[in-house]
């Protein structure tokens, strides 16, 4: 009888789950299903099939429910404001800054005045979303039972982080906690010691390429475990391939079969910090603009947040002027406001529209909604060209003004002067040197001498810095005369690390100085200044000198940093001169040999290779990953980006650990030849499910820690010849 019990109680579950939503609306589902077919392929890559294109958005979305519903749940309760109903108060400021920007009644009237084609998509969005809850009663959300469609419009930037990111929740937290402190610390502080995140694209011309058709490199660096793998496929035209962030319809990073987009993050200036000045009178609020005093616009808002087993709500008062909420205080009379890109209908238009695009041209077209503020792009097409923009909604100012730093919102001088269209951008198309590269770096060396005049361009446009990974990548690039999906592999995979290139030298010149060779006793220093003097400066799981560097340039920079002037921004190459400049031979000799005791007691000796300490290791699946020395590991070659590693990996010590542990860098990797036939090869971080006892949860692990890539099944005929499973949604 035990299980018939277990039947009945998995019955009753499904029944009580099922009365959360209307028998009709089951019913359009189980229909809509019907119509959907989903392909496992062997690595549990889902290849979605459907009649339309709002078929292939409901399959998707049921597919990724399927390999990972907690981080689809956790990006809309991110992105919707609703966290701290499951996290608690600490969230608040979180759910604030969402609700500052847009909240759910301005997102619910988007989506009501959207038009019919995106209407469908939303709806399928939401549908297949709840299909999947339905049929999986087992499954307990922290929060959202049901999912709408307005709720995209939320989360319309695929990137790592949305523009509100930006804002910093400390300087938040202190306006509007009332505590009006303006000692709040630099968001640019705070991600001093975070590893970088970011991308690398690169893009390669007929002209150099082996078969004579275009190469692009799809190589994003987050998170790992961010973005699954996966395909879309419509009778009306849809068939995306590539990275698609959990709970969203739109493959982010990737190709179709005429062309292929790879972002970048960018530091193109498409926000500003304005400062209000502000005057209080009869107990409201004014700022100026020009000689005149406008109301601040004032509104209510009530945040819900988990206390124990209550649900609390509090209650704050908000503030905006034209230019857009109020996120903070620079004096006693000065609120900080920011303007930012406001239009999320266009960015989940142009985020969609732009995987159908069938060449540059069309490509281009969907450039002009201007959706895009985070990104960059490197393209490439099957009539062989190629082409870089260098972000996408970018305001036109007034040139005079400083845009890096926060504006005077009273002078009407200081407004956007409407958008810059998108010829005007900074872009390249087909270089004569054949290809074009970026890494989250300046557009001025994207296509080495083929590349843009800086002076051509205002300021505000460009500010990226130029960085190791950039410089890399031209040195490797400029390198060969002709390119195939497997050298291109290669050059991606480029060892080289350039961050060093200065920093060895000066420790070495350091330690010859009087006073380097006396500031240690250690008689383990000469012979491991003898290792870095002679270390190639490429990574490689052997190396020692590998190890050595990273572990003493850390413990240097963590000195050096404490010398950098307040709210100094340090881009890769003015830290490595800081570092430099601001710590002495002494000091630079003694981080060496401080850096061989740490080695000793931790591994036993300080000539430890890297691919001792460097390791690749997923246990749980969950969000927050947990780490063991005493659990299976693999070893990694590859390292931090802020080194100059071309192929990223983030790897720290964790709680109770020794070794470090990778949770950063590259995550979906891949290579596209965009021939009559689309030929392509790509790898994921540990796999494509979150679940520890799915097959799919570590197979490509190993392929992903050594470098190597799997085929891509693109084409109907391969995937159903290696599929694995096939079934509708629901089955």
Not at 438 to 466: L, R, W
Request: with cysteine; charged share 20%.
């Amino acid at each position: 009888m035990r299980p018939l019990f277990t039947l009945l109680l998995l019955v009753s579950g499904f029944v009580a789950q099922a009365q959360a939503f209307k028998p009709e609306e089951i019913a359009r589902w189980q229909q809509q299903a019907k119509q959907v077919n989903i392909i496992r392929d062997q690595w549990g890559v889902p290849h979605i099939y459907g009649k339309t294109d709002a078929d292939a958005v409901f399959g998707l979305l049921y597919a990724q429910c399927e390999d990972d519903f907690a981080r689809v749940e956790e990006n809309y309760l991110t992105n919707i404001g609703r966290l701290a109903e499951v996290e608690g108060e600490t969230a608040l400021y979180s759910d604030l800054r969402a609700n500052l920007f847009l909240d759910s009644t301005q997102a619910i009237s988007i989506y009501q005045k959207s038009p019919p084609w995106m209407k469908e998509l939303l709806n399928a969005f939401a549908d297949g979303t709840n299909y999947y809850l339905y049929t999986h009663p087992t499954v307990k959300p922290k929060l959202l039972t049901r999912y709408q469609p307005w709720m995209p419009l939320m989360f319309s930037e695929g990137s790592i982080g949305g523009n509100i990111s930006v804002v910093p929740l400390e300087r938040l937290k202190a306006f509007y906690s009332q505590k009006k402190s303006t000692s709040w610390q630099h968001p640019d502080v705070e991600k001093q010691d975070r590893e970088p995140v970011g991308s690398n694209g690169f893009a390669i011309a007929p002209a150099k390429s082996a078969s004579g058709h275009a190469l692009l490199l799809i190589n994003p660096h987050t998170s790992f475990y961010f973005r699954p793998e996966v395909q879309m496929v419509s009778e009306a035209g849809l068939n995306a391939y590539g990275a698609v962030t959990w709970g969203q319809f739109f493959v982010y990073q990737g190709f179709n079969q005429n062309c292929g987009w790879m972002h970048t993050s960018s530091q193109a200036d498409s926000m500003d910090e304005y400062l209000e000045t502000i005057e209080e009178k009869n107990g409201k609020f004014y700022y100026k603009v020009g000689k005149k005093r406008r109301p601040v616009q004032v509104k209510k808002v009530s945040l819900a947040y988990k206390q124990g087993n209550q649900v609390l709500r509090k209650e704050f008062t908000t503030y905006r002027t034209h230019h857009g909420p109020v996120v903070g205080q620079q004096t006693d009379n000065q609120w900080v406001t920011v303007r930012m890109m406001d239009t999320p209908l266009e960015a989940l238009e142009q985020s969609y529209l732009r995987t159908k695009a069938t060449d540059y041209a069309s490509f281009n077209e969907v450039m002009k909604l201007n959706g895009n503020a985070t990104n960059n792009t490197v393209f490439a097409d099957s009539k062989g060209n190629i082409a870089y923009w260098h972000g996408n909604f970018m305001p036109i100012r007034d040139p005079k003004f400083d845009w890096s730093r926060p504006i005077d919102g009273s002078n009407p001088q200081t407004e956007w002067k409407g958008l810059h269209k998108v010829n005007e951008l900074v872009q390249v198309l087909n270089p004569a040197s054949g290809w074009i590269q970026n890494c989250n770096s300046t557009p001025f060396t994207v296509s080495g001498p083929s590349s843009p005049a800086k002076e051509k361009y205002p300021a505000y446009m460009a500010p990226d810095a130029e960085n190791y990974r950039g410089i890399n990548a031209v040195r490797v690039l400029s390198r060969r005369k002709m390119y195939t999906l497997d050298t291109l592999i290669a050059a991606a995979n480029d060892p080289y690390l350039a961050g060093f290139e200065e920093l060895i030298p000066a420790l070495v010149a350091a330690y010859q100085t009087p006073a380097g060779k006396a500031s240690t006793q250690s008689k383990a220093v000469p012979e491991a200044i003898e290792v870095l003097r002679t270390w190639d400066k490429k990574y490689g799981k052997t190396s020692v000198g590998q190890t050595l560097a990273i572990y003493w340039a850390e413990r240097i920079q963590k000195l050096a940093r404490t010398r950098a002037l307040p709210d100094q921004r340090l881009d890769n190459l003015t830290f490595t001169a800081l570092v430099i400049e601001k710590t002495t031979p002494q000091e630079k000799v003694t981080a060496l040999a401080e850096t061989l005791d740490e080695l000793t007691r931790d591994f036993g000796t300080w000539k430890t290779p890297w691919g001792e300490v460097n390791r690749f290791q997923r246990l749980t699946g969950k969000i927050q990953e947990v780490y063991d020395d005493s659990k299976p590991s693999i070893p990694v070659a590859f390292t931090s980006s802020a080194w100059g590693s071309l192929a990223a990996f983030g790897a720290r010590t964790q709680p109770n650990t020794k070794k470090r542990y990778g949770n950063v860098g590259n995550s979906f990797v891949a290579v596209v030849e965009f021939g009559p036939r689309i030929k392509a090869r790509s790898v994921l971080a540990g796999g494509e499910n979150s679940d520890p006892n799915s097959p799919h949860f570590t197979d490509q692990a190993a392929m992903y820690t050594e470098q190597r890539f799997k085929d891509v099944l693109f084409y109907p005929e391969d995937v159903r010849k290696n599929a694995k499973k096939t079934y509708h949604p629901g089955e």
